[in-house]
């Protein structure tokens, strides 16, 4: 019996190739991957390949573009130009263009999701009024490294999520949700990561403001660490949010009323001259301030997506889908739809100072 | 110390092997024709279908437990007539041959995606065909051992699965409840009781006779495929919360995407690879015993030392031949694999299940 499989091994090696097989200095491995559309119609592609090369600099990278009929093809074009083939399985950031959003965003994800190598979890981005390639350039100059920015913007401005492509792709293809995705730009030579930009069946329609940002991160829980202020001047008090947690329920009794509740948990940061907290009626006041700000806030961004973006970002589709409501089958079933909110703040930290002066 | 006899062969060895037949009949075959027929809705196909399966066990058992002869293909041989227990034998052969076809192709379709894509197919099926050849070279217990090694990695396997995929739970994905139509659902279910019996009919590859720890082997073997059933709800039902309703149905082999999301308090990642190395182990055990049929079938003469190899060729020739890719694979399987295992496996049981009871009443009125 032995023979016979030493004649197989044999056979193995004569009729088959591991022609998968890479040895790890044949691969080129990217960093950050951008996609652009030409005027023609083609690819272009640029990417920040780790240089292996430079090891007291390893955050600097070798940037390469090419361009092809498709975003595999842009892709192996990059040999013509380094010996090595690109290895995405590493990647922390893929950009495309506002033209591939609004367009063929179904094309290029096609890809990433086929791709066998890589776990798709890396952050997308859009390039909001600057080419992919631009962004990239800059991103290699200024030897950003995204994953921390993104963390911080979502830490500390709101107005960015952590969902990578994998969770992004996941709520495309949910019923009744749309998906926002987080932009990026460059200005005076620096990165930025901008408002987020919401889509409808594929195609990127437009970008939220910097509020409606934090709102929508707020609304589907993705952030819960964000400043908002009420009153100005000398009536100023200013909330860091530090835990907020939102959940949207169809109502038990009327079956096209959809009820927002948010609990906010935050600390008092800075308050004007006018603002004096020495009793509990005070702090409660000042609570209902914030809580009658977001509840008309949030009221105010359900309107505009119900009658200007007309795209269901919450996922109010999704749970009138879940608990099988037929309202959802109807069209314009947004437009349909009242909602309530229901806002509790408290505000747990004055910093430990009781004002007097 | 009296060293332990190698050709011994326990209960516990006997339970193994229906939970690795069992699995192995669901990655990218049982789990993705369910999971297209019935959605987020399968884990409730699961539980209907384990329950089935209990009450199917009964037939199995009873086959199991009475068979004095060396396994079912002996017992075809020793309670029917020569001319019927051959054209039995022969169904039998044939729904073997097609499974392990079956099994093969879907194995190395799953290599071929997912680990070696720039590689042929034809090349993964001859990688698995050299440890099958020469396990069949070994004796049934030694076979068995080597499976309950297989089974024992698959369950540890599958908890450390469970431990990292945890986290990336969402029991949203739940919802809708039974939102398929019932007859997918049924059919769904069908299927499930289907795999499952495929299953049983490798724990008939031996005998209660032959087992060492007879004493409670019917409520041992229970256990075990109650634990089986178990550890498939958590592979189905792990699949659906990590993956959602709408995710699950577009990807040939959704256990292994689910994996990927593996996260291992943050510090172990990217390790589906290796976790994933359990679903060969397990195809693997199954094809071995669909291997000691097929061999125990074919005439007992001077060549059948060479039996593995040939069928390893056979194999090689049909897959090549009918499955062309992974999509005309799944169309093929998912029409005939029903009429298969209904034909080439159920009924034959059944005849062999009235066979023996038959017997059994003649015995009773003789005594």
């Given at each position: 019996m032995r023979k016979y499989v030493i004649a197989l091994l044999i056979a193995v090696l004569i009729f088959g190739r591991l022609d998968s097989i890479r040895e790890l200095t044949d691969l080129a491995v990217v960093k950050a991957f951008g996609i652009d559309l030409t005027e023609d119609g083609k690819y272009h592609i640029s990417a920040i390949v780790i240089?292996?090369?430079?090891k007291e600099n390893s955050e600097s990278g070798i940037i390469y573009e090419s361009t092809g009929d498709s975003v595999h093809d842009a892709a192996r074009n990059i040999v013509g130009i380094s010996p090595k083939k690109l290895y995405l399985a590493h990647m922390e950031t893929l950009i495309i263009s506002e033209e591939i959003a609004k367009d063929k965003m179904e094309n290029v994800l096609d890809f990433f999701i086929r791709d066998n190598e890589g776990s798709n979890a890396f952050y997308l981005f859009i390039a909001n009024g600057n080419k992919s390639s631009e962004i990239i350039d800059t991103i290699n100059q200024e030897k950003i490294d995204m994953v921390s920015f993104l963390k911080a913007s979502e830490k500390y401005r709101g107005n960015a999520n952590l969902k990578n492509l994998n969770e992004i792709i996941k709520t495309i293809f949910k019923e009744g949700i749309e998906v926002c995705v987080n932009s990026i730009s460059v200005k005076d030579d620096k990165v930025l990561i901008n408002n987020m930009a919401y889509f409808k069946d594929w195609q990127m329609k437009d970008y939220l403001s910097q509020e409606e940002s934090v709102l929508y991160n707020v609304l589907t829980n993705e952030v819960n660490n964000i400043i908002m202020s009420v009153g100005s001047e000398d009536n100023l008090a200013v909330l860091e949010i530090v835990d907020s947690k939102s959940k949207i329920s169809i109502d038990k009794q009327q079956n096209n009323k959809i009820n927002i509740k948010i609990d906010v948990n935050g600390n008092l940061s800075e308050t004007s001259k006018n603002i004096q907290i020495k009793s509990t009626n005070d702090l409660e006041e000042i609570q209902k301030s914030f809580e009658s700000k977001i509840n008309s806030d949030v009221i105010e961004f359900c309107n505009k997506i119900k009658n200007e973006y007309n795209t269901d970002i919450l996922g109010i589709g999704n749970l009138l889908y879940r608990k099988k409501n037929t309202l959802y089958t109807e069209e314009n079933y947004l437009q349909k739809l009242s909602i309530d909110v229901e806002t509790n703040v408290n505000i747990s930290n004055q910093g430990g100072i009781n004002k007097k002066w | 110390m009296v060293e332990k006899e190698s050709n011994e062969i326990y209960s516990f060895s006997i339970g193994c092997i229906f939970l690795s037949s069992f699995l192995a009949m669901?990655?990218?075959l049982g789990s993705y024709i369910m999971f297209n027929l019935s959605k987020n809705d399968t884990y409730i196909a699961v539980l209907v279908g384990s329950v089935l399966l209990f009450g199917i066990f009964y037939i199995f058992n009873y086959i199991f437990t009475h068979n004095e002869e060396e396994n079912l293909i002996a017992l075809n041989k020793k309670i029917f007539n020569k001319k019927f227990a051959f054209i039995l034998n022969i169904i039998l052969f044939i729904a073997f041959f097609v499974i392990s076809c079956i099994i093969i192709f879907n194995i190395s379709n799953f290599l071929n995606i997912e680990y070696l894509a720039d590689s042929t197919v034809n090349f993964f099926k001859v990688l698995i065909f050299i440890p099958i050849i020469y396990i069949c070279s070994k004796s049934l217990p030694v076979i068995i051992k080597a499976n309950q090694i297989f089974a024992i990695i698959s369950v540890i396997f599958v908890a450390i699965d469970l431990i990292g995929l945890y986290p990336k739970?969402?029991?949203?994905?739940?919802?809708?409840?039974?939102?398929?139509?019932i007859p997918k659902l049924m059919h769904s279910i069908l299927m499930y009781v289907l795999f499952g019996i495929v299953a049983f009919c490798m724990i008939l590859v031996t005998s209660r006779s032959r087992v060492k720890d007879k004493d409670n082997i019917s409520s041992k073997l229970f256990k075990m495929i109650v634990f089986s059933n178990i550890i498939q709800f958590i592979i189905i039902i792990a699949t659906i919360l990590v993956l959602g309703e709408d995710f699950i149905g577009i990807f040939r082999f959704p256990e292994y995407i689910a994996l990927k999301q593996f996260s291992l308090f943050n510090i172990l990642e990217r390790v589906e690879n290796i976790l994933a190395l359990h679903f060969y182990f397990n195809s693997f055990s199954l094809l071995t015993f669909l291997y000691y049929y097929m061999i125990k079938i074919?005439?007992?003469?001077?060549?059948k030392k060479y039996y593995p190899f040939l069928i390893s060729i056979a194999i090689y020739i049909v897959t090549s031949i009918v499955f062309k890719e992974g999509i005309s694979f799944y169309e093929i399987v998912n029409k005939n694999i029903i009429y298969v295992i209904l034909a080439g496996i159920l009924v034959p049981i059944l005849l062999v299940f009235l066979r023996m009871k038959k017997i059994d009443k003649k015995l009773k009125i003789n005594d």
């Open positions: 240089d292996t090369s430079d | 669901f990655l990218g739970f969402d029991f949203i994905n739940l919802e809708p409840v039974l939102n398929t139509s074919l005439p007992n003469i001077k060549i």
